[in-house]
């Protein structure tokens, strides 16, 4: 379980309190009024994440042209066709 950071130490202790909560891990939460509101990652895990989400966006993309999922429309007729909903 990630760390948790208050609203109120992050306004006081500023990054000193992010680097503290993310010593041992590699994110943690900052809680606002008690609610765990946001998240800080370590910008290797960031990066990590994003590739995940692209690695997942091309796989769907892939999957789409297999089953032929696509339009063949020139830019036009795509831009008509949303237009048109």
Known sequence: ??????????KIKGVNAIN????DQDE????????????VLSLEKYNYLRECE?????????NDLKQEKFYPDS???HI????NG
């Open 1 to 10: 379980m990630p760390n948790t950071i208050t609203a109120n130490d992050l």
């Open 28 to 39: 943690a939460f900052i809680s606002v009024r008690g609610q765990n509101k946001y998240v």
């Open 20 to 23: 503290a909560a993310t010593s």
């Open 80 to 83: 008509k066709r949303i237009k």
């Open 75 to 77: 830019i036009e007729e």
């Open 54 to 62: 692209l690695e997942a966006a091309l796989h769907e993309v892939k």
